[in-house]
T-cell receptor, first 114, second 110 residues
């Protein structure tokens, strides 16, 4: 069990550029979640996949954000035309589809928009 | 009312003492509840989950859930300096996503 992995760990970009983050969940987990966390706050839910289906999106996920999980394994989160307010830690979590559904987080991608 | 509310602290306890962390939740979240530990600059690490009324113990940690009063708590016995971190309370909705509180910062003083 290698845990949830995310890439890159840090990203610095200029306002207006597009960025893409990758998440690889724990191998037997079919649920995958994206959250965003800013300083002093708890993580905020962005979107959720069960296998390749995107089942829920938060209203926080504006039109500039898109997420995919094409084969039900890894997922990508893209932010287009980044804004300074997008600066945050982007967290990915995964869980099995049974039981309580405990979510395990990856190390996160810290995005800084200058 | 926010879905999950925590006292942001900070909470300081001496080494070896019991640390008590509390969380309340709204009617909008009512299924399962989780405690995560987050060290500065790191991602949340799951400590415990609880979904039935009563106590659940795991080593030095005890989670307590009271659905009638809509609160969940975490007790850390024999607190160690390595327990110093922010503790996040989270509640799961029927749609499976988690709502988090803002976290309580705990400092264990040697």
């Amino acid at each position: 069990d290698t845990g949830v992995s995310q890439d890159p760990r840090h990203k610095i970009t200029k306002r207006g550029q597009n960025v893409t983050f990758r998440c690889d969940p724990i191998s037997e987990h079919n649920r995958l979640y994206w959250y965003r966390q800013t300083l002093g706050q708890g993580p905020e839910f962005l979107t959720y996949f069960q296998n390749e289906a995107q089942l829920e999106k938060s209203r926080l996920l504006s039109d500039r954000f898109s997420a995919e999980r094409p084969k039900g394994s890894f997922s990508t989160l893209e932010i287009q035309r980044t804004e300074q307010g997008d600066s945050a830690m982007y967290l990915c979590a995964s869980s099995t589809g049974t039981g309580v559904g405990e979510q395990y987080f990856g190390p996160g991608t810290r995005l800084t928009v200058t | 009312q926010k879905e999950v509310e925590q006292n942001s602290g900070p909470l300081s306890v001496p080494e070896g003492a019991i640390a008590s962390l509390n969380c309340t939740y709204s009617d909008r979240v009512s299924q399962s509840f989780f405690w995560y530990r987050q060290y500065s600059g790191k991602s949340p690490e799951l400590i415990m989950s609880i979904y039935s009324n009563g106590d659940k113990e795991d080593g030095r940690f005890t989670a307590q859930l009271n659905k009638a009063s809509q609160y969940v708590s975490l007790l850390i016995r024999d607190s160690q300096p390595s327990d110093s971190a922010t503790y996040l309370c989270a509640a799961q909705t029927g749609a499976n996503n988690l709502f988090f509180g803002t976290g309580t910062r705990l400092t264990v003083i040697p």
